[in-house]
RNA sequence: GCCGGGGUGGCGGAAUUGGCAGACGCAUCGGACUUAAAAUCCGAUGGGACUUUCGUGCCCGUGUCGGUUCGAGUCCGACCCCCGGCACCA
């Protein structure tokens, strides 16, 4: 056995073996699965730092498992679908298709040079027919249940991608891929009715304990639930009423006017014939000019306009003033508000511009508040005054009578509103998963029978780059019959949101190669839910919100008895250089395969799962590479630098000198660390660490003693392998076989520890006075108390603080520490 | 503004239940091996004062200020800073 470790050699070979003799095959057993998955990649073609990160996380947790005997599921595919394929084509003039199974085949390749235990025969690809296939037949069980549907509506306008963009995709008024301005466009969408699933989408967030509290924070914001009542405002001289959303009706008989949001429906009918219809008008057209971000920023400044219209308000039957402003938003709720400036700081400072009156409802407990003396809006907790029948209750009391007051009188229900809205999935693109509907001129919207399924993307088409979707020119594809009365009619050219690709593959995984339906529920059933995912915090919101959606859906169609894909989910940092995000653009990128060339995919793995705990950023340093190959080089050397002596041992070892206690002790310490880190706290970092400590512990009793004890030092040469092999498994694999063992290292066991291993005979006591360390001293672990306390007392330097002084308390922690208080 | 996460040596980071702060690694310094270098191995490494006592000793130290406690990186209160999300959502 050479010195020397040769990565390229070793890691090639273990890699063919692995695929050869199909070591990481998964098929259903009778005993417990263990589902590990990473956020499948965009088949961009070039592997990145924080693909090695998700997949190495991934590949230590599947390894781990698989050795503590469980039957794991562990795939990988492709989110093959996407508008880089078509930007390729147009500069570069290479069909989608070409481009994308290029580079699935090369990243492939790559993927297996990192050494990931995937079960290859499970790969899937959204763009292929038989995925996507089942993609369109979702897409229809969701139409027969009433939750795809089509409808006109203003949408996020990419002009640069030329594609309809989902609220989710828009940041800060930017497209998320391109960042240009978007604009709003109207358009016939398809939209998937995510909002029947809202209610459950946050309830169900008490059954994903693992899951990290932000990501549940941040979909518990996006859904945005608020508890409160739509009511009714009669208008003054019009059979019409305006029915207005607030979440504080206890507050109704302060609301002195009310505002419409510019594109409210009724505004056009009611001032038209009026005095101000002109001025009012003119308005509109003025804010519909403005942009989204000046329009509804938080520190836009407020406008608005009186229409001269009255309302009455339902409970105190006064007539209040209708303005039309920038701040009501026609998305959200009803278009409408009634305006309680007294206790809502909105209201308050658009009352106090535009001289509206103001009523105050709530009193505080310790001040009186008057409207003329008010500053700010008061928002907090009181007791209602003004009120009539409200008078002298708290808030609380107050929402719950004024609703039932409403109900009663017909005027107004309770009511529950969200921030959701319904999904958009139609994209003006070619290369996504065609929509499975046919428009026909007598029988209008068909959808396409599952017998004809796949929608086929036809593969002849052109890339003008010209921006309108090469399949909307597409004439053979178009032209087609209807389903229903067999005439011509013509196909939807819109494709689906890539994110619906994306929301059931994991289940795909289950039964790749099922050929009746998306998945076998049978198999879904075995392997489902995934125990534990991995991938990056972008995905927060949108791909784990979606899933989610389609996961229940499927629950409640019967497909499978989960109601949530994702039991355990662990969001890993990102990769940075010099504190930076890597981008090819500010050329900061550390290219994987540079460091796989140089160092090996064993080197590169443990540098990157070191590094950092996975939650957090991690900051690329090439020292820190250097270390982790250090750290394996002295792990090898361990092993070859002995090798003869470890081969030739036969029987169990025993233990004579405490140097053999020591490093047995360190053996199971290390065991149990290891074991705790992988399997419960999911931090690899420390994981590590334990394991270095233990190789370190080993060198030392090879320069320590004289003689060495073989059995033992085999044991502890065994264990280091065994615990190492998820995290380096091309050199442990071929340490392994050097021991002389047969079988894979990945297919052993995980080894135990013994708790009675770990105890001590000897510890240490710390001995405080009062409260700081003074000495410690070495004692037998079954002492008594009242030895010890009286043993710490002679310890030399803890005398000097005595001297002189009363012993008032002695507190004894068993097996620490001792501190005397003294005064 | 609201919500969430965080602030520990020169650096990445440990500290599992309130009990030795700084594990492990990097960097740096010293030593061994070598003709030399690389590699490797051994050792030192939070800051400070003390010099007749160089220590198994002393003082300070986990963003700031205060509190609880025999004892606080850890718990409580107030504040500062950094990162992420949301942001006129009635």
Not at 303 to 308: L, R
Not at 637 to 644: G, H, T, Y
């Amino acid at each position: 056995m050479k010195e020397e470790y040769n990565f390229k050699e070793v890691e090639a070979q273990w890699q063919q073996y692995w695929e050869e003799e199909q070591v990481y095959k998964s098929e259903i057993q009778d005993k417990d699965e263990y589902y590990v998955l990473e956020m499948f990649p965009y088949p961009s073609g070039n592997l990145h730092m924080g693909h090695v990160r998700n997949y190495s996380l991934g590949d230590v947790f599947a390894r781990f498992r698989r050795m503590e005997g469980y039957n794991v599921l562990h795939p990988m595919g492709w989110d093959a679908f996407g508008l880089p394929a078509e930007n390729a084509a147009i500069e570069r003039d290479i069909h989608p298709n070409d481009w994308t199974w290029d580079n699935i085949e090369n990243m492939k390749e790559q993927f297996k040079m990192l050494g990931l235990s995937y079960d290859w025969e499970r790969e899937v690809a959204t763009c292929h027919p038989d995925y996507y296939r089942w993609t369109q037949w979702l897409f229809l069980q969701l139409y027969k249940e009433g939750l795809a549907y089509k409808e006109k509506s203003v949408v996020n306008w990419c002009p640069s991608c030329q594609t309809v963009l989902a609220n989710e995709q828009v940041i800060d008024e930017e497209c998320e891929r391109c960042d240009s301005q978007v604009i709003d466009k109207e358009l016939e969408q398809w939209f998937f009715k995510i909002t029947d699933y809202a209610e459950q989408l946050l309830d169900d967030h008490h059954l994903l304990e693992d899951w990290p509290q932000r990501v549940k924070t941040m979909q518990k914001n996006w859904i945005g639930r608020s508890e409160g009542a739509v009511i009714e405002f009669a208008i003054e001289g019009s059979d019409e009423a305006l029915e207005v959303f607030t979440t504080r009706p206890d507050t109704i008989y302060g609301a002195t006017y009310m505002v419409l949001a510019p594109e409210h429906p009724l505004v056009e009918e009611l001032v038209t014939g009026t005095d101000q219809e002109e001025e009012v008008k003119e308005f509109i057209a003025q804010i519909k000019e403005q942009d989204e971000e000046e329009r509804t920023g938080s520190d836009s400044e407020k406008v608005g306009i009186d229409t001269g219209i009255k309302a009455i308000n339902p409970v105190t039957e006064e007539e209040v003033p209708v303005m039309i402003a920038n701040y009501v938003l026609m998305d959200y709720g009803t278009g409408a508000i009634m305006a309680v400036p007294a206790h809502d700081e909105r209201d308050f400072d658009f009352a106090k511009k535009y001289d509206l009156p103001i009523r105050v409802v709530i009193q505080p407990e310790d001040e009186e508040l008057t409207a003329e003396q008010l500053e700010e809006a008061y928002t907090e907790d009181g007791v209602v005054v003004n009120s009539e029948i409200l008078n002298g209750l708290s808030v609380d009391e107050a929402f719950d009578k004024i609703i039932a007051y409403l109900e009663e009188e017909g005027l107004g229900q309770k009511e529950v509103n969200y921030k959701l809205r319904d999904w958009l999935i139609s994209r003006q693109r070619y290369w996504g998963t065609p929509i499975p509907i046919i428009y026909c001129d007598d029988c209008g919207i068909v959808e396409v029978p599952e017998s004809d399924l796949p929608v086929e993307l036809p593969t002849d088409v052109e890339f003008t780059g010209t921006g309108q979707s090469p399949l909307a020119k597409a004439e053979d594809f178009i032209k087609t019959t209807c389903p229903e009365c067999g005439q011509e009619a013509e196909r939807e050219v819109d494709t689906m949101d890539t994110f619906v690709d994306s929301s059931w593959y994991y289940l795909r995984y289950t039964s790749p190669d099922f050929t009746e339906s998306a998945f076998d529920s049978k198999r879904a059933n075995y392997w489902m839910n995934v125990d534990q995912y991995i991938g990056g915090i972008e995905h927060a919101i949108l791909h784990l919100l979606y899933s989610r959606f389609f996961m229940k859906f499927l629950h409640d169609q019967g497909y499978v008895d989960y109601k949530e894909p994702f039991g355990d989910l662990l969001t890993q940092g990102m990769v940075l250089l010099d504190g930076a995000k890597m981008s090819k653009s500010k050329g900061n990128i550390v290219d994987p395969l540079e460091i796989l060339d140089n160092y090996g995919a064993d080197v590169a793995r443990l540098f990157i799962l070191f590094a950092a705990p996975p939650e957090r950023d991690l900051d690329w340093s090439d020292e820190g590479v250097e270390g982790a190959e250090r750290f394996l080089n002295r792990v090898w050397r361990l092993v070859a630098q002995n090798i003869d002596q470890l081969k030739d041992v036969t029987g169990d070892f025993e233990i004579t000198t405490d140097a053999d206690k020591k490093l047995h002790r360190q053996l199971h310490v290390t065991i149990k660390d290891v074991t705790v880190d992988v399997g419960e706290r999911k931090q690899l970092n420390t994981a590590i660490s334990a394991i270095m400590e233990l190789v370190n512990s080993a060198y030392k009793y090879l320069n320590d003693v004289q003689e060495l004890n073989y059995q033992l030092l085999r044991a502890v040469v065994e264990k280091i392998i065994l615990v190492l092999a998820p995290f380096a498994p091309h050199m442990t694999e071929e340490l392994w076989s050097q021991l002389g063992f047969e079988d894979s290292v990945h297919q052993q066991s995980w080894p135990e520890y013994d708790e009675e291993a770990i105890k001590k005979d000897e510890i240490t006591i710390v001995i405080q006075v009062n409260g700081k360390v003074r000495d410690k001293v070495e004692v037998a672990a079954d002492i008594s108390e009242d030895k010890l306390k009286e043993l710490v007392k002679k310890q030399d330097n803890v005398q000097r603080y005595l001297e002189g002084k009363e012993v008032v308390k002695e507190i004894v922690v068993p097996q620490k520490l001792v501190n005397l208080v003294v005064k």
